[in-house]
């Protein structure tokens, strides 16, 4: 919930309304019991009067400023980055106008959890065979359950009232609830790095796919049209719109439903050739990079917080959630097993590679891939370059936004970023395995070790023993399928790139 305020400043003139978050302006006890901040000592009369000017000072970090009631208030420390953390997903941004109903939350989940990292889940079953097929619904109740975790953390009930309020944002600033600023930059940091990563593999999707369409251009290999794609996405590079960069994003899901839909009818018109015994045997060696393929493809905690503050009905995102999760296991069971039994150790990296036999399926799988991977690469380094621009921007005043030399800044930084990813990208061409090490890492982070370690720390008091054990479990498993996952996949990212 967003309050708009108006007052005068200080040189008596009116200033414009200004947007104050609800947690500085709520129930002065319930701040107060759980947050523990300045503001609560404010009386609510006095809050609800603030001004523009009086907000700017509480978003400020200088302890010697103060308001006219002599309050002083504390924002944060780390502001920068909490303004950074605030566009590290513009998905993940405040959205607490409560119009959504559980349908369009539940499809935006699952867009999400289905995303481009399926693509990679049949090479995923082609490594880890039946147990990876068994992770598939495994990871997706762990991932389900500590996303509900992840909400829990979000809201505090006061002592006093016994009212139940929303007091955080985003996850990073669960994390600073818990481990103060550095919690808050910990996640704000893993989150970038997911997100930039994400970008590399689109650009390692985009030269696998025309490089598979254009087989007849020998001369064109996955480097070059990885760096033609990358010149003919540049320009959106430039947008500063979110709005603009969201629709982008929305065409990109279409495109990303319309390939799974074809991969899948492409399989059901293989089951004359289908073997079971093309599903390999579990392997200690490769199971562990498939493992990390799965985790990366469910990856989305960072944007829960958002869907549930858009819910009419926040008591559903519970069910929501279980029916998300269970539909999204089965589209990734199906289409990684129907893959696997048709083409067994011959499986791919990229699904679409393995239909170049049939022109018309291959074709058209893999020109919707390459539309849903251009229109998703905007939002993806929208993401990351705003939140470099909230960090970086400060120590070069000249070139800001509000300065009509920004141009300058935007000319620099985003060719610099998307050369950089291009760099990465042709160095270590390598979709399914960048994705194994990503989601042993940054993915056992955000989706296992760090929920259920911070809903250990807030509700230590009040949690019920199974909770406390599971959670235990959770973290211990996410701690040493990460570790091993990122080991055999970065040993084997290694022996891949020495061949």
Known sequence: MIKTMSGRNERGLTPEKVNVPSIYVEDHNVVNDEKNDDVGDLPKSSA??????????????????????????????????????????????????????????????SNLIQGTGILGVPYAVSQGGWAAIASIFIVAFMCCH??????????????????????????????????????????????????????????????????????????LGLKEWAAINCCVTLPSLFI???????????????????????????????????????????DPQTFPIGFGIVVFSYCAHAVFPSIEGSMTKPSRFNSMMNFSFLLAAVVKACLGTFMVVRFGQNTAEVATVN???????????????I????????????????TIDDSVIRYFPHLSKDSKHHWVWLMITRPLLITFALFVAIMVPFFGLLMGVIGSFTGTCLCFIFPCAFHLKLRWNTMSKWFFFLDILIIVFGVIAGLTGLAFSLKALVMAFLK
Request: with cysteine.
């Open 371 to 386: 539309s849903n991977v251009i229109l998703a690469i905007p939002l993806a380094m929208f993401v990351v370059s705003v």
């Open 48 to 109: 609800a009067n603030m001004t523009a000017a009086d907000y700017a000072i509480l978003e400020s970090n200088d302890p010697n400023l103060s308001v006219p009631n002599k309050k002083r208030f504390r924002a944060t420390s780390f502001s920068n980055f909490r303004s950074a953390s605030l566009s590290i997903s513009m998905l993940a941004k405040p959205s607490d106008d409560r119009k959504a109903n559980a349908a369009l939350a539940g499809w935006n989940v």
């Open 355 to 369: 239909l170049s036999d049939n022109v018309i399926f291959s074709r058209l799988s893999s020109a919707l891939v």
């Open 146 to 219: 500590t996303g509900k975790l992840l909400i829990e953390c979000m809201y505090e009930t006061s002592k006093k009232t016994g009212v139940r309020r929303r007091l955080r944002v985003n996850y990073p600033e669960v994390g600073e609830a818990c481990l103060g600023p550095k919690g808050y930059v910990l996640v704000s940091v893993i989150q970038s790095i997911e997100m930039f990563s994400a970008v590399i593999m689109y650009i390692v999707l985009l030269g696998t796919a025309w490089a598979d369409m254009f087989k007849m251009f020998p001369e």
């Open 240 to 282: 500063t719109k979110m709005s603009i960069v969201s629709w982008l994003s929305m065409f990109s899901v279409f495109s990303l439903m319309s390939a799974i839909l074809v991969l899948i009818a492409y399989t059901l018109t293989q089951i004359p050739l289908w073997q079971l015994t093309n599903i390999p045997e579990f």
